[in-house]
């Protein structure tokens, strides 16, 4: 798969003002269609481009409440195995819908990961670590994160 990374100057804006002007399309007809059974809306593209501008100004990472996108700073971090790998614009878009249709999601979160690429996962915050790392172990996650010290908690 080809990440946003790993574009030439040329493909990035390519991309990029092909993503602009679906934007601007779908903010001038101001849609609420259904397509085979998936709302697309105004609410959700509003969501994704401030999520990305989060995303931007936190590139060493953020978890944000899934309703509110407001930051979340106390508890356990949980990536879920049903958003692993999501990168950039399309996984982000994955990881909103996702959110959206789950309520035992509370969170989205991101970071870049080694190789400099914005990761996205639908989280679980718990209070406890021991829940966290047994929900983590079920869900295949190398960590988790506390968002009480900032720090990542490796699973063996």
Do not use: H
Request: aromatic share 10%; glycine share 6%.
């Amino acid at each position: 798969m080809k990440t946003f990374a790993n574009l030439t100057d040329s493909e990035l804006l390519i991309r990029l003002n092909e993503a602009e002007q679906e934007y601007q399309w779908l903010l001038s007809e101001k849609i609420s269609r259904t397509d085979k059974g998936t709302k697309l809306n105004y609410n959700k593209y509003a969501k994704l481009q401030k999520l990305q501008d989060i995303s931007m100004l936190n590139p060493e990472g953020f978890t944000v409440d899934k309703n509110t996108l407001e930051p979340i700073k106390n508890g356990y971090a949980i990536g879920v195995i049903e958003t692993q790998d999501s990168f950039d614009f399309f996984g982000l878009t994955q990881v909103i819908e996702f959110s959206e249709n789950n309520r035992f999601i509370d969170a989205i979160g991101g970071w870049k990961n080694k190789d400099g690429v914005m990761q996205y996962d639908a989280v679980i915050i718990v209070d406890d670590e021991q829940i966290a790392a047994e929900i983590g172990y079920r869900n295949k996650q190398k960590a988790i994160f506390n968002l009480n010290t900032g720090k990542e908690i490796p699973l063996k």
